[in-house]
């Protein structure tokens, strides 16, 4: 594809900076002065520039000093001590506004021009504003899966943005407009490589290092640090017979071979590790625990002011569908829950948000609130895996939101997963969330432009997750569409009601997986029922779920602190959208709306084809008031995502009434 896929609308995502209505900051913003920002100077200059001739039709005038209509400066502030945090001032003189935006460090006046650009197109920009914002959060990450060949992993919308034929992309203009995206939503660090590292990608960090650096360079200018996923095995790939993490020939080559790496980039974040999990190889093979491996990598980056991420997605992929005793969902905690306090403190468990893999809804990791003595960062998904791969609509913002507000009881009530994250609960050197990134080399990005929406709040909630989900869509149905109220209102409709409605037509009650084997799209009910990866959801005539209790099941409910254990430990008081997770249920139960289970699951498929068929009718009338190519390019997701949700209703209704032999009692054709 040549470069004129850039000049596309959707290209700018949420950045297009389209001309603001009326003439509200018309003349208002002449001049612009920027000093003491560092290295971040070029980045803060342009996007000033860029901003505002795009939203007030005028370049402004670079000026030297304090004399400016934006000032961006960088300035000692008590009241903030992060230098990622930034005041924004706004006071009327002599009949022009005057913004004064300063911060301790270049990253806060970086975020703090975007900020100000934001609040402009949002029409909060006014005499008087006095804004002191920072993120709540320490790290927030993005992790790419991306294989040096240029596949990516779960990537949804095309071919790795870096990476081509085991050499770099020669568009390397992209991946500099990449980091700005994510550098307007305070995005401070960057995993380049699959954690699957594969024996290409483990030269990342070898004979390709120089690959990495240059890609490190580009990052570097919008504040963001670059990190390698490796191999934890990597040295037998360079002569060693052993990864023993123990083994002192190991240490050295893993001390000698950082070293290297830190030499080319001095500033790289550290590593990420994927550790005997999935096949993958790791501290088990030689007897010895995570803790040991992740603190032997540790104290070879510790020297340079690195840090190790080391991933807790670990558990049975080789279990036998007929144990019923192996709980796959217990995994995490049983590995961590003994080694809390074990780790060494530049050492970081990444966490998925549930104990089982990014489903449509599932529990938060009883690790949440379990660890009180390690540090840990969230991951979520922002790539649509189990949600429908970025072909349906499915805004993620209201179920991180669910997550992120969940109260683990920790420390008694308030001790939200938010909180945790933030390092407001217990003391922990980092701290944070890292996202599954959804970005490809599809012009949009995205492959769905409505999902370029999921990468936008991430990034927002990365940055604050006491955020709305309602504040959060409509900031950017407004940066991305524009003020009109119409457009703003319906695009938020669409955006804040598709998690449900997904759920409504594929997988109820927290049940999940019922998908294809391997690709993970569409539907499968048993696809992954007699398969080794422990996912099992146990359907048979009369019950359907796993019983997850302690008085009677896998235990997996005991993991959490009293008061949630108790709520999930009985189907009376389990929350019903996780009551299938939970416990074995038969289809006749009577759900608290009067519904047996199985009509349930019959009213909510049909129902969730309906609200598509609505969704597509809320976007056809927006045509005319948006881009042209974006309206028809959505409007050709929107209709293929009906077609797949008949198709995941007539599956799973027919499944069910084929187990059941129950009826639908509003007599509506079950068996196409």
């Known amino acids: 594809m040549g470069q004129d896929y850039k000049s596309l609308r959707d290209y700018g995502c949420w950045l297009n900076y389209d001309p603001l ?25 342009s996007e000033l520039t860029r ?9 402004p005038e670079l000026l030297v000093g304090e004399e400016a209509s934006v000032v961006v400066r960088r300035e000692e502030q008590g009241n903030l001590g992060n230098p990622e945090g930034f005041r924004l001032k706004v006071r009327e003189q002599q009949g022009q506004l005057r913004a004064v935006i300063s911060s301790p460090g270049e990253r806060g006046l970086l975020y703090g021009t975007f900020a100000f650009l934001r609040f402009l197109q949002l029409g909060e920009i006014a005499p008087g504003l006095d804004l002191v914002d920072g993120p709540r959060t320490g790290l927030r990450l993005i992790n790419h899966w991306d294989n040096l060949d240029g596949s990516v992993e779960r990537g949804y919308a095309g071919r790795s943005i870096f990476f081509r034929d085991n050499q770099l992309v020669d568009d390397l203009e992209r ?36 690959m990495a650096k240059t890609l490190s360079a580009i990052f570097r200018e919008y504040g963001i640090r670059l990190y390698l996923s490796i191999n934890f095995a990597s040295p037998l790939e360079f002569g060693l017979d052993t990864a023993d993490p123990l083994e002192p020939a190991v240490q050295e080559w893993w001390q000698r071979r950082t070293a290297e790496v830190y030499r080319a980039i001095p500033d790289l974040g550290g590593f990420l590790v994927k550790a005997d999990s999935e096949n993958r190889p790791g501290p088990f093979t030689y007897g010895r625990s995570h803790a040991e491996g992740a603190n032997m990598l540790a104290r070879a980056v510790e020297p340079f002011g690195g840090v190790v991420i080391w ?8 279990q036998d569908w007929r144990d019923t005793q192996t709980d796959r969902a217990r995994a995490a905690y049983d590995h961590f829950k003994p080694l809390d306090g074990q780790f060494a403190d530049n050492v970081i468990l990444q966490i998925k948000n549930g104990p089982m893999d990014f489903q449509v809804r599932e529990p938060v990791s009883p690790l949440f609130g379990g660890l009180e ?18 072909r349906h609509l499915c805004y993620l913002v209201p179920q991180w939101k669910e997550i ?3 109260d683990t009881y920790a420390k008694g009530p308030g001790a939200t997963v938010g909180k945790i994250v933030s390092g407001a609960v217990f003391p922990m050197r980092f701290s944070g969330l890292a996202g599954v990134s959804n970005v490809g080399s599809d012009p949009n990005w995205t492959g769905h432009t409505l999902a370029q929406a999921n990468l936008y709040g ?34 938020g409709e669409l955006l804040l009601g598709s998690w449900e409605i997904y759920e409504n037509y594929t997988v109820p009650l927290g049940i999940g997986w019922m998908c294809n084997p391997g690709h993970h799209y569409g539907p499968s009910p048993e696809g992954y029922e007699f398969s080794r990866w422990g996912t099992y959801h146990r359907a048979d005539r009369s019950a359907i779920g796993v019983d997850r209790s302690v008085k009677s099941g896998t235990g997996f409910a005991g993991q959490y602190h009293p008061e949630n254990a108790l709520r999930y430990e009985s189907p009376e008081t389990c929350p019903e959208e996780l009551l299938l ?19 349930h699951i019959y009213d909510t498929h049909f129902r969730g084809v309906e609200q598509v068929e609505e969704m597509i009718e809320k976007w056809k009338g927006l045509e005319g008031k948006i881009d042209a190519a974006t309206f028809r390019h959505v409007l050709q997701r929107l209709e293929g995502q009906l077609v797949d949700a008949k198709e995941w209703r007539d599956v799973i209704n027919t499944y069910f009434y084929r187990l059941t032999h129950i009826p639908d009692d509003q007599g509506r054709r079950i068996y196409p």
């Open 581 to 599: 997770f939970f416990h074995r249920i038969p289809y006749t139960y009577r759900l608290k709306s009067g519904k047996t289970l199985i009509q």
């Open 373 to 390: 003595r390690t540090n840990q960062i969230l991951e979520l998904q922002i790539t649509q895996e189990y949600t429908g791969q970025q």
């Open 51 to 59: 901003g505002l001739q795009g939203l007030l039709g005028e370049a």
């Open 311 to 318: 991933r807790c997605f670990v558990y049975n992929c080789q």
């Open 404 to 406: 992120l507000d969940f």
């Open 458 to 491: 991430y990034g927002r909630l990365a940055w604050d997750p006491g955020l709305s989900a309602q504040r959060i869509t409509e900031e950017w149905a407004v940066l991305t569409f524009g003020q009109e109220p119409e457009v703003v209102e319906t695009i």
């Open 21 to 45: 209505p009326g003439n509200k900051y018309l003349g208002k913003f002449k001049t612009v002065s920027v000093w003491g920002a560092g290295s971040l100077r070029g980045a803060i200059v």
């Open 175 to 210: 991946v500099r407009d990449y980091a700005r995206l994510l550098a307007s939503v305070g995005i401070n660090g960057v995993a380049v490589n699959n954690v699957n590292v594969h024996k290409e990608e483990t030269q990342l960090i070898a004979a390709k290092l120089e």
